[in-house]
């Protein structure tokens, strides 16, 4: 037993014996702003922001609060309206529905969000939050970046605002404000913590209780600094509440508390990082004279006494052939129309095994065309493909594959004088900019995009093919910009808009994900 005790302990020195892999941050190297997340027994779920999308919302589903899937959406369309139709040249690029707040009541699932589009707070309610059915409610004004908070005897609050931070009290279903109820401003600055000279006002709050205790949770920046924690705690929800700062590093900021079923604790805020956008971390939390502390010796950890992560496909994102079986979904999950979609101009039915993208009118540009299809862009590098039939296009017609945000980048083919032709967009100016166009000579084609988001390298480049099998890259690479327009990481698109005559379509044989990119290419 000795000599086994001996051996093992050399194996062990030498690195022979595997150790146990651990989760990283960030835990999601993925476009998941603004989350709240709630347990419920062994089970977590998260919502995030989406904004500008539909279906929106999102609920994804952890059991070890690493590796995440999605399951549900609040919504399917948060109104109708030409805002968020992109009908009448109107849009909401980086509006829409905005922070959530994610609870769970005596048997009810709670989902509220907040939109700017249509100035109303949403409260959508379900009893299975990953099948549905969700009812919603909605009701005036739209309550910035509020915690909806379920008190221990059963008195329901909205706490929300910037700066200065205020308290309404809803009705027991949380279906609106409470007849009566007057509302009344709980912290008066909430940014002091952090210093006198604020850039942001403390904004996106949650709110939670621990031991009797009233813990609020906020996101400011400093002027000169860097996005930072501020929590405030008290005895009462109306206060007095006193504050300090709970984190300030790499920017990391914004979220809240979460418990495990053992008893360890962790908050979970999220870091902007470029154009891939805002990624999730995880901070382990320990508790101090009742303070929450977040870090290790006030820094985020690389590694998380967690299971190790999971990739993102195809939880959070995924390859799609578009073959769809009996009492499938039209779409899977990972899937999100750039603002609402028009439903009679698409169909994975029509051409069995393809997406076909219908035009129904006439657009002037890539960001006013209505059906792009998206999904997210994942780092650390990441490449997107597709296969599309466009036999059927009319003149005028323009179909492929984006990289979808302000500053976009597209290659597609764009039919011409009576002509197909293979071109390339670059708008990292923020305008558009045609940078190479080849002729197409026949009526299939492969189009890519590989995404280098590593240390915010941010680079991306489009590539074509005739065969699906040799790759030509077409234009430059695009220099790709996170920009507070349109408030969102890069995604992929799958689009097709008509620009002369209406009628024609594009057919999408599949897309797929990978997250590593050929280095050949």
């Not at 166009?437 to 026949?442: D, E, G």
Request: charged share 20%; proline share 5%.
């Amino acid at each position: 037993m000795n000599k086994f005790l001996v051996v093992l302990f050399l194996l062990v020195s030498l690195g022979v014996v595997a150790q146990t892999k651990q989760a990283h941050n960030p835990i999601l190297f993925a476009d998941v702003p603004d989350m709240a997340i709630l347990r419920v027994g062994n089970t977590y779920y998260m919502s995030s922001t989406t904004m500008h999308m539909s279906p929106g919302v999102p609920i994804m589903k952890s059991t070890d609060l690493v590796s995440w899937q999605l399951v549900s959406y609040a919504y399917q369309t948060l109104a109708d309206m030409d805002e968020l139709n992109l009908t009448n040249g109107k849009s909401t690029y980086g509006r829409g529905s905005w922070a959530s707040s994610l609870r769970y009541h005596k048997g009810t699932y709670y989902v509220t969000t907040f939109a700017q589009t249509t100035g109303k707070t949403y409260v959508f309610t379900t009893k299975d939050i990953e099948k549905g059915p969700w009812k919603v409610a909605s009701f005036a004004p739209s309550y910035h970046d509020h915690s909806l908070f379920f008190d221990d005897d059963d008195r329901v609050y909205l706490l929300y605002g910037g700066g200065k931070l205020r308290l309404v009290e809803l009705n027991a279903d949380a279906s609106g404000v409470k007849p009566g109820t007057t509302e009344q401003v709980v912290i008066e600055n909430a940014s002091a913590p952090a210093g006198e000279t604020i850039g942001l006002p403390s904004e996106g709050s949650q709110l939670f209780k621990v031991n009797g205790k009233y813990y609020l949770f906020n996101i400011t920046w400093p002027k000169g600094g860097m996005r930072t924690v501020v929590i405030h705690r008290a005895d009462k929800i109306t206060g007095p509440y006193e504050g300090r700062v709970g984190l300030q590093d790499l920017g990391v900021a914004q979220g809240g508390l979460i418990d495990t079923p053992d008893g360890k604790w962790y908050s979970y805020l999220f870091r902007d990082f470029g154009a891939v956008g805002r990624i999730p971390y995880l901070v382990p939390v320990k508790w101090e004279n009742g303070w929450p502390v977040l870090g290790d010796n006030g820094k985020v950890p690389e590694v998380l006494d967690l299971p190790a992560n999971k990739s993102l496909i195809p939880g959070i994102v995924a390859s799609d052939d578009f073959t769809r079986k009996k009492g499938e979904p039209a779409l899977p999950l990972v899937w999100q129309w750039n603002h609402n979609p028009d439903n009679t101009l698409w169909s994975v039915t029509e051409h069995n095994g393809y997406l076909r993208l219908k035009t129904g009118r006439i657009d002037s540009s890539f960001l006013l065309a209505r059906n792009t299809l998206t999904q997210r862009t994942i780092g650390p590098e990441c490449a997107g493909s597709t296969k599309v039939d466009v036999t059927q296009m009319r003149e005028g017609d323009f179909a492929g594959l984006s990289l979808l945000q302000k500053n976009y980048g597209l290659v597609g083919v764009r039919v011409k004088d009576g002509k197909k032709e293979i071109v390339m967009i670059n708008a990292e100016s923020g305008k558009p900019v045609e940078q190479q166009s080849i002729p197409l000579l026949q009526n299939t084609i492969y189009l890519k995009a590989n995404c280098n988001f590593i240390n915010m390298t941010d680079s991306a480049q489009f590539y074509y093919s005739l065969d699906g099998k040799l790759w030509k890259k077409i234009g430059q690479p695009l220099k790709m910009k996170y920009t507070l327009p349109h408030f969102m990481g890069y995604r992929f698109g799958l689009f097709n808009y008509a620009t002369r005559t209406t009628g024609g379509y594009a057919d999408f044989d599949y897309f797929h994900i990978e997250n590593h990119i050929e280095k050949k290419n």
